[in-house]
């Protein structure tokens, strides 16, 4: 066939069902083969993933409360950031306490950092399957999914973590009960809210991809904005530790720009299959 008649929309020669999975194995061991460097590299320098990020936000001069005491004086606010004392000690009760969640925490932090090599790697192994118009939107794809990612990991951490660790750490239901924190529990706490709220921060890339299909559309998600308030309410109440309003809406406001940036993102991608679709009936009736 000449190279002109080649059909450049078409998807490359079909594989069989071994030919895909012996594909996918080898990048599954590219996978885990940089996940292992990312998080050996974590893992031998604790001083560094523990004493500068991890018990970072145990710290009275975290930037997090620094910023929030600046904050606070500009409007007049309740000054306590300004004056932080995190009155607990965090202990190690079990022997091999500190080994087992140092290899957690290295597996982690090496995951987030190949999280874009991650996706890097899924969109070659479905690449073939792609047409070549369809090839150029999921680079873009790759991007905004690792900059949501990094994103929600962020705010995870230096907005979630330091509200979560000072009012959980200072709480205290008598002067008689002394605050010995365990490391698993700080760990856990620090880890989970880190990797959550980079999940729940891929909304927008979850609704790209729903509207796509034809699942979700703006219509249904402008319906039930009101509902959709009250949940992101509901959520930012459950996943802010204190209770006190500012914290709460500190962690909803971004919940809700997600929302509307989603909805936003459905009425994109309707708009354009629309067009799609009046360009394909034209055609047809030419």
């Not at 987030?112 to 399957?129: L, M, S």
């Not at 799609?276 to 047809?284: F, I, L, M, R, T």
Request: proline share 5%; charged share 20%.
């Amino acid at each position: 066939m000449p190279i002109d008649q080649v059909d450049v929309d078409a998807p490359e020669a079909e594989m069989s069902f071994w030919e895909h999975l012996e594909e996918l194995r080898w990048h599954i061991i590219r996978i885990l083969i940089v996940l292992t460097i990312a998080s050996s590299v974590a893992f031998l320098y604790p001083e560094i993933v523990y004493d500068k990020i991890i018990l970072g936000p145990k710290n009275p001069d975290f930037i997090t409360y620094k910023l929030l005491c600046q904050f606070s004086q500009k409007f007049n606010l309740d000054d306590s950031f300004c004056h932080m004392h995190l009155d607990f000690d965090i202990v190690s009760r079990e022997l091999g306490e500190q080994l087992s969640n140092q290899f957690w925490i290295s597996f982690c932090m090496g995951l987030i950092i190949t999280f874009p090599y991650f996706i890097w790697e899924i969109w070659r192994f479905v690449r073939p399957a792609l047409k070549q118009k369809e090839r150029k939107y999921t680079v873009g794809v790759i991007f905004f999914t690792s900059m949501f990612m990094f994103i929600g990991v962020c705010f995870g951490y230096f907005v979630l973590c330091p509200m979560a660790v000072s009012f959980l750490g200072n709480y205290s239901i008598s002067d008689q009960v002394k605050r010995l924190i365990s490391l698993e529990s700080y760990i856990s706490l620090v880890s989970t809210l880190t990797i959550a709220t980079g999940l729940v921060f891929e909304l927008p890339m979850l609704i790209y991809f729903l509207a796509k299909i034809g699942i979700v559309t703006p219509h249904l998600m402008r319906k039930y904005r009101r509902w959709a308030i009250i949940v992101i309410l509901l959520v930012a109440a459950v996943l802010t530790p204190s209770p006190d309003f500012v914290s709460q809406l500190i962690m909803a406001v971004p919940l809700y720009g997600l929302y509307e940036l989603s909805v936003f993102i459905a009425a994109y991608v309707k708009r354009k299959r629309d067009i799609e679709e009046q360009k394909s009936g034209w055609a047809s009736v030419d």
